[in-house]
C-alpha cells in the first residue's frame, strides 16, 4: 500500500499570509499541502487559481496537490502545470468521457493526475480509470466549503477502491479530524486531507503527527 501522507488543506489557512501559513505547515510534519481551486460554477465558492499557486511555488518546494472544482478541468491544465503544480486532480463529474484524454494531458506536462467524485458519485465510475491515474480522492463533504461535517457513508467507496486497487492513492477530504480519522484509514485511505482539524488546532504539528499514526496502525492491520 502506498504511504500515509498528511495534506492539511490551505481553505482553512489565513490566506493574507499564505506562505508563512504553507511553511508553517511543512514545518509541522505536512507532506503535501491541498490547494482547492474553486471556480463559483461547479461549487458555490471561488477560491485561489494558478497565479496563487505560482507565487506560492516561490516559497516552497513541498509538492502541491492542487484540487480543481471547476466545470472545465481541461481548460487550466496548463496554466497549473507552468505554475508548479505537483498534483491536478479533476472530478469526473466534470470530466465525464475526457477524462482519459485528460489525464494524458496532464501527465504529458509533467503532474500526476488525480481523479475526484463527490459524494452522491458511484465509485464505479472510476474502475475504468485505474490504469492511468495516479490518484483518486473520494470527497466526504460535498465540494465548496471547509469546515463541514464527515460524510461516514462515502466511506464504502474508499473500502471497495482498497480491494480492488492495493496499490492506488486514496485520498480523503471533508470533516476529517483526529475524531474519524480511524474509519478512513481502517478503510484504506491513505492521503488524509485536512483543513479544520490541523489549522485550528492548538498543536498542528502533534495533530499531523496522529493523523499519521493512525494510517500506519491501520496500514499495518492491512498487511497482516
Ligand atoms: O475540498 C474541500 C471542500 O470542498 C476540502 O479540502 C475542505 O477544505 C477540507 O476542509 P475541512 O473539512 O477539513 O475543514
Not at 501522507?5 to 508553517?24: G, H, M, N, T, Y
Not at 491544465?77 to 479533476?90: H, P
Request: charged letters at 25%; one cysteine or more; glycine letters at 8%.
Amino acid at each position: 500500500m502506498p504511504s500515509a501522507k498528511i495534506a492539511p488543506s490551505v481553505l482553512s489557512s489565513d490566506f493574507s499570509q499564505l506562505a508563512a501559513e504553507c511553511k508553517r505547515m511543512v514545518e509541522d510534519g505536512a507532506d503535501w499541502l491541498h490547494m482547492d481551486v474553486m471556480d463559483g460554477h461547479f461549487v458555490p465558492n471561488i477560491t485561489i487559481g494558478a497565479p496563487i499557486v505560482k507565487s506560492l511555488r516561490k516559497h516552497v518546494d513541498t509538492f502541491l496537490d492542487c484540487h480543481l472544482m471547476v466545470t472545465d478541468p481541461d481548460k487550466w491544465v496548463e496554466d497549473f502545470a507552468k505554475a508548479g503544480a505537483s498534483m491536478y486532480t479533476f472530478h469526473i463529474e466534470a470530466a465525464g468521457k475526457d477524462s482519459r484524454a485528460l489525464i494524458d494531458k496532464i501527465h504529458k506536462l509533467g503532474m500526476r493526475a488525480g481523479v475526484a467524485v463527490k459524494p452522491k458519485t458511484p465509485i464505479d465510475t472510476v474502475f475504468p480509470l485505474a490504469d492511468v491515474m495516479d490518484m483518486c480522492l473520494v470527497m466526504t463533504v460535498e465540494p465548496g466549503f471547509g469546515g463541514q461535517k464527515f460524510m461516514g457513508e462515502c466511506i464504502e467507496k474508499v473500502k471497495v477502491l482498497r480491494e480492488k486497487f492495493p496499490d492506488l492513492d486514496i485520498e480523503v477530504d471533508g470533516g476529517l479530524g483526529l475524531d474519524n480519522i480511524d474509519i478512513a484509514a481502517n478503510a484504506g485511505a491513505n492521503v488524509i486531507v485536512a483543513g479544520t482539524s490541523i489549522f485550528g488546532s492548538p498543536d498542528p504539528a502533534d495533530t499531523i503527527s496522529k493523523l499519521r499514526a493512525s494510517v500506519g496502525t491501520a496500514q499495518e492491520k492491512f498487511q497482516k
